[in-house]
């Protein structure tokens, strides 16, 4: 009996977003909300409307990014700083 596996739902939002705009590359992820006015995981997004736990899992989407942007800038500033000595 096969079992197919069941992405999550905002795994293919996650997915879908990343098809437009490469979200880990800092330079594409400002543009991106700049050219939108809201971060991607809010696109659209109206909190009184929606269940608090998808405010959660689009704050969680949004953090996990920048952790990964805050990783690159850091080790960009460890280069810099290398170069200086």
């Not at 006015?37 to 996990?64: C, H, N, V, W």
Request: charged share 25%; net charge negative; no cysteine.
């Amino acid at each position: 009996m096969g079992h197919e596996p069941q992405i999550h739902a905002p795994a293919h939002g996650f997915v879908d977003k990343m098809s437009r705009v490469n979200l880990l590359d800092i330079d594409e992820y400002v543009d991106d909300w700049m050219r939108n006015g809201a971060l991607s995981a809010f696109y659209g997004f109206e909190a009184s409307k929606k269940p608090t736990g998808e405010a959660i899992q689009r704050i969680m989407e949004t953090l996990d990014i920048f952790a990964i942007h805050i990783k690159k800038l850091n080790d960009e500033i460890k280069q810099l700083k290398a170069q200086l000595n």
